[in-house]
């Protein structure tokens, strides 16, 4: 593995406890509130209209607590390479090079394209990835 | 100027002393130098504007992180610069082989580079689809004929990390 690969897994490792941290500041509390049957639940909108996962959840939080989708949304910018994007999409989020570049044409077509919604955390965790590989890309709460 | 994958290399060889200074221009050229508009697209806005509490975490621990990213991998293509280093005056063509592992540092570099350029120079999307443009005729065409170029090492990377 390249030393900057290596750099982008500690920067994936150390903003995950952060995000982690920065959540239970957000609760006020000093431990996780998430109970473990709803820990790692993710729902998924692979594709822009359509959840395909929605796990039950025992957790009774605020409202404010309640993890509603959020979307990875990568913006157009007319200087990265169509070629590099389409590998960072296959690279970040595995997928195969046709959806790849289905994606990479959506942002350059129509400006922006939605990869992948769910967990606020992951969905960090994907936003900078992306900003790692130079990408225009924002964390949007689904409305 | 050649350029083709020997075996865990990817060689640059046959390069004029003017494609060697812009290859040697790569370091230097991903600096912001204080341009606000350079320095906000290499750290962009992680939110549309509507979270200024990640937005403000994000500063505070993604983007020292994402420094560190981003200046590891141009210090990498730095060492490899350094096999052109040596008799400024020489007119000779040069080689340049890049290790295959250093690929991602040298996409990365490259890429920082030409946003930096681009942000500096603030080129429209008709000017940065023009390939064609001279580099002769000023400081802002040879700015544009050095994003094409680094563009070009970019697509011939990309194309060998697929195979």
Known sequence: MSAIADSLFELRASYGSLSAMSRERRRGVGCRAQ?????????????????????????????EDIDLPWQVVVHN???????????????????????????????????????????????????????????????EKVS | MEICRQNDQIEISELDPFLAELLRQIPASTNPDGVSAAEQRLFSSPTNGKEPELRAEWKAYVEPELRRLFQSATEMVATDLQQLN??????????????AKHADAWLSALNQARLVIAAKNDFTETELSDHFRSPIGSRRDLSLFQINFYGFLQEFILRELDH
């Open chain 1, 35 to 63: 109970s473990k049957e709803t820990e790692g639940t993710t729902h998924v909108l692979d594709e822009p209209g359509s959840v395909t996962t929605a796990e039950p959840t025992q957790e009774t939080d605020s409202e």
């Open chain 1, 77 to 139: 910018d007319p200087v990265n390479l169509m070629s590099y994007v389409t590998m960072v999409f296959q690279r970040v989020f595995g997928y195969p090079r046709e959806k790849a570049e289905r994606h990479m044409l959506e942002v350059h077509q129509k400006g922006r394209s939605i990869l992948w919604a769910g967990m606020r955390e992951p969905a960090e965790l994907y936003v900078q990835q992306l900003h790692g590989y130079l990408l225009l890309a924002t964390l």
């Open chain 2, 86 to 99: 040596g008799d400024e005056k020489s007119l000779a063509n040069r080689t340049l082989r890049i290790p």
